[in-house]
Nanobody, 119 residues
Framework: QVQLVESGGGWVQPGESLRLSCAASGSDFSFNAMAWYRQAPGKQRDLVAQ???????NYADSVKGRFTISRDTAENQVYLQMNSLKPEDTALYYCNARARRNLRWYDYWGQGTQVTVSS
């Protein structure tokens, strides 16, 4: 059974940095892409950043230039370096892994790690 475990969340002041990590285990297949989503209270879950097997990346406009996603494909880990954090970045951050198996797409999710940006 696939498990995704996030770590690295916490409380920081505006302008500071955090690095989130996500480790995937329990799969005997590779993931086509891994990503970070976030959900603030009362809002929908939105994509923050995604990275494909080929290294292609995609970012939400609100984090471009501040966040960087990276991946260790061999270890099935994904990271999110978050710089110049703003109060509006406060949310529960979820790790996502996507795999195509038997002509279907499967999404796997972690439990989330809280990021709070406040002075």
């Amino acid at each position: 059974q696939v498990q995704l475990v996030e770590s690295g969340g916490g409380w920081v002041q505006p302008g500071e940095s955090l690095r989130l990590s996500c480790a995937a285990s329990g799969s005997d297949f590779s993931f086509n892409a891994m990503a970070w989503y976030r959900q603030a209270p009362g809002k929908q879950r939105d994509l923050v950043a995604q990275i494909t097997n080929g290294g292609g990346t995609n970012y939400a406009d609100s984090v471009k230039g501040r966040f960087t996603i990276s991946r260790d494909t061999a270890e099935n880990q994904v990271y999110l370096q978050m710089n110049s954090l703003k109060p509006e970045d406060t949310a529960l951050y979820y790790c996502n892994a996507r795999a195509r198996r038997n002509l279907r797409w499967y999404d796997y999710w972690g439990q989330g790690t809280q990021v709070t940006v406040s002075s």
